[in-house]
Each structure stands twice: as C-alpha cells, then as structure tokens.
C-alpha cells in the first residue's frame, strides 16, 4: 500500500510550513507528499466575466479562478528545497503537472512518477507529453466516463509510459461518502488490468479503509498543519494526527486482508482446545451402555468429535471411565445387542 500526502495549497504560499507538512508527513508514516505544479497563468486568465467565477456549491463559489490560483500555487523556485528535505527523509517526492511547461520544469527537477489531475485527464496531448518522459503516470478519474479513461490510458500507454495506475476520486471538496462509490474500484482493475487506488476528499478515514479492502493499492488525501490556517483546501485535509491514525488504519486493513486461508491458523492454535468434544460426564463401569446421561458435548476439546456422539450412544464401555474423561475410541466397545450375538435382524 502506497500512501501519498497531498499538499496542494496547504502551504499558505509559506515556504516553512510546506517543509513542515514534509517531515509531518514522515512523522505520521506516508510513503510520499507531493505538490502541484502550476501557476495562475498556466491555468486560466485573469477575468472577470460570470464563466470564470467559481460556482457550484464548492468552498470557493465565487471567487475568480485566476485571484484563487494566484493564492493556491506553490512557487516554483521551492521545488529544488523541497524534493531535496523530502528525499533526505526518504519519501518519495512528486507533483502534479498540469500544463507542458510544469511536466519539463518536473522532469529538471527529477520527480520519479508523474500525477494527471481528475481535470486533465481529458487532455491528451498533455498526457502523452508527460508519457514520453518514460516515467510512470498516476491518473485521477474523477468525472471521467469510462470512455474518457480509456482514452487517457491509451495515450499513456502508445507514447510509452513507464507504467500507469489509476485512482478512483469524486471531483468534490469534499466529497460525501455516499458519492465514492468505491465498488468502482475493483472494475477498474479488471477492466484496464492496471493497479487502482483512491484520491480521497472525503472527510475522515473510514472511506480510505474501505477503499483498501475493495483491492486499493494506493491512497492519496489532502494533508494540512491545521484546519484552521487560511487555505484553499485545509476544510477537506487531515491534521498529522488524523493522518497519522489514517496511516495506521490502512496499515491494518492491509494486514487483516491477507489471503485465502480456511482451518486454525498459528494465532489460533491455543483456541481449539475451547472447542466442544465428547466427555464422559458420570463415572462409568466397563461394560455399561454409554447413554446422554454419562456422555455429552462439552468444552474442551480433547475428546471426540461432537459428531460422533450418534454413533457412541448406545454402545458399551470397554474399560472404567472416570468422570471428566475426555471419550476415545479405544474406551467405546460394541453396541450391547451385537456384545449378546445379537445380530440385530428380526
């Protein structure tokens, strides 16, 4: 399991606190943080009219794409310090590009894998730039049909990316977990036969978990110091303590779905022997017929099998069994007809 601690605008454009969500980031146990790279110019204009206004029931509706841009990215002359504090700590350190300009800018600073926005991913040439560079791309998909992901995969795929996994995400912020539709998940693995994970805006760490369970191999979400500093994404981000118990719970989940395994396992050894078995229960005489009176199912399990009580009934005991003997075959003689000659046919 891949665990990725998604910054984005969480820095407030303070260079300290974005090395600080780094080694936060290490401290609570992800595998990478990563960045985006873009400016306000590289994604839109400065313009007032209705179409570049946010709308739709976001945490930005109505603001200026270009003022809230200008407020979000992370400054490019960062990215050298920052991969350089998140490599010496051993994370992996990457970003997303969304424009040609961010992929060769990356490419100078050395990110190992790539990251295609839900946004972008229908734009091809850009996908095909960044599968050029050989490296691996990793794809959000949220709002993609599946049409539009397997337009994006096989762009990645001809100009010969170094591989391609893709996240399930819904485009809110944040999202309600009744619109993750996390079964998503394993069809997208089957349908593309790539590894699948999710990029996660819901609020907490149950859908992670979830997610993990249905066969996730990567999961992304939103990281802050805290959802009190002024952000653009801080409402629908973890503190390092919520990420921290989120590493931890993905750990888990990831332990807990092992394989396919019937029968005792080693932890379980010590628990047979709770298991019910067959006990005489009464003092018996050799001789006597073993009946419900002085034989019955009970804990523990160091006698017969429980089924095999139909079979024992009736039948004589060879030897003197104590009370609180667990019952064997070698104690169980015939049934008294069959001790008399008595065939049993009339």
Request: glycine letters at 8%.
């Amino acid at each position: 399991m891949y665990i990725v601690a998604e910054v984005s605008a969480n820095h407030c454009q303070k260079l300290d606190y974005a090395l600080a969500l780094i080694k936060a980031a290490k401290e609570c146990g992800a595998d990478a943080v990563k960045f985006q790279a873009y400016t306000p110019d590289t994604l839109t204009i400065p313009c007032n009219r209705p179409e570049f206004r946010v709308e739709g029931g976001t945490p930005w509706d109505g603001r200026c794409l270009y003022e809230l841009y200008a407020e979000a990215y992370t400054p490019w002359d960062w990215f050298p310090k920052l991969r350089e504090v998140a490599v010496g700590l051993g994370l992996d350190f990457f970003a997303t590009a969304f424009d040609p300009t961010a992929v060769d800018f990356l490419e100078e600073v050395g990110v190992p894998v790539h990251k295609v926005a839900s946004f972008e991913i229908v734009d091809i040439p850009l996908i095909k730039k960044i599968a050029r560079t050989g490296k691996p791309l990793i794809i959000s998909t949220g709002m993609a049909s599946l049409q539009e992901i397997a337009e994006a995969v096989e762009a990645a795929r001809s100009e010969g990316a170094g591989g391609v996994a893709l996240l399930k995400c819904t485009s809110a912020y944040p999202a309600p977990p009744e619109a993750m539709h996390l079964r998503t998940i394993p069809h997208l693995a089957e349908t593309f036969g790539l590894p699948v994970g999710l990029s996660d805006h819901t609020p907490g760490i149950i859908v992670p978990a979830v997610a993990v369970g249905l066969g996730a191999c990567i999961v992304e979400k939103h990281f802050t110091l805290s959802r009190h500093l002024p952000s653009a994404d801080s409402a629908f981000s973890l503190e390092p303590s919520e990420f921290k118990t989120l590493v931890e719970a993905i750990r888990t989940a990831e332990k807990a779905l092992g394989g396919v395994k019937y029968g005792a396992g080693t932890c379980e050894a010590g628990s047979i022997a709770f298991r019910r078995s067959l006990f005489v229960v009464k003092d018996v005489r050799a001789g006597e017929v073993l009946t419900e009176e002085n034989v019955r199912s009970i804990r523990p399990g160091h006698g017969l099998s429980p089924k095999h009580l139909p079979e024992v009934l009736g039948r004589r005991a060879r030897v003197y069994i104590a009370r609180g003997t667990p019952l064997r075959w070698e104690m169980v003689g015939d049934p008294p007809e069959r001790a008399n000659g008595d065939s049993g046919r009339s």
